[in-house]
């Protein structure tokens, strides 16, 4: 099998269009072209037509899990989600996951880092909703467990807690009434369960938002 043609495509310039014996083979990346030297008149069996071919399905893949990954950064999971949703063979996926994860360009424990930073920054939330945030993004026990760890100890939880504990309570009048109060502070204590918060954490955040000062501060 003879090329006996090689076309620049019109509607991307960095592919290429193999003819083979006169006939359409098939398209190529410029990249993939140079790596194979190929040129006008070289021959070629089925098992290099092949080497070829798993050669541009796994350039098309790492060009299409770099534009991914360039928006934000992305979970090793996120990334092959995508990369089945285009349908590339599974050893393609598995080959193109692995150099960027050489590469440093996906990092399951960089990435849990970020978003729980981010979380914590725009919706703070207790350990545990951020736990399984996290599992949905197809992070691993052992690294939530190790980037939780380093995440916040006692005292920061606490401080998350009482940020998002104070920014409900500004969205409410503060009843006058004991009882009121009473039920304020119950709706309170089910808003940080709801955001992940331990009871261990949300009784000294409601003991702090209730003292007279506070209350005071609400009601101004």
Known sequence: MTITKIERQKRDSHRVNI????KFAFGI????LVKFGL???????????????????????????LR?????????????????????????????IEQLRDLGLINDVAFARSFVHDQQLRRPAGKRLLAQKLR???I???????VLSEAAGTDEERSAALEAAKKH???????????????????????????GFE??????????????????????
């Open 169 to 195: 309570l500004k969205r409410r009048r503060l009843p006058k009434d004991k009882l009121g109060r009473i039920k304020e502070q119950q709706r309170i204590a089910q808003f940080l369960a709801r955001r």
């Open 136 to 138: 949905l993004k197809g």
């Open 68 to 96: 991914y990954i360039s928006y934000r950064t992305r979970s090793e999971k996120e990334l092959r989600t995508k990369l089945i949703e285009k349908e590339f063979p599974p050893d393609v996926i598995d080959k193109t």
């Open 29 to 32: 990346q410029d990249q993939v």
């Open 199 to 220: 009871w261990s954490t949300i009784s000294p955040v409601l003991r702090a938002l209730f003292t007279s000062d506070t209350i005071e501060h609400q009601e101004a």
């Open 39 to 65: 040129r006008k008149g070289d021959i070629l069996d089925d098992e290099q037509i092949n080497t070829i071919a798993s050669s541009e399905e796994y350039n098309l893949a790492k060009q299409k899990a």
């Open 19 to 22: 003819f083979i014996d006169n």
């Open 140 to 146: 691993s026990n052992s690294i939530i467990q190790q």
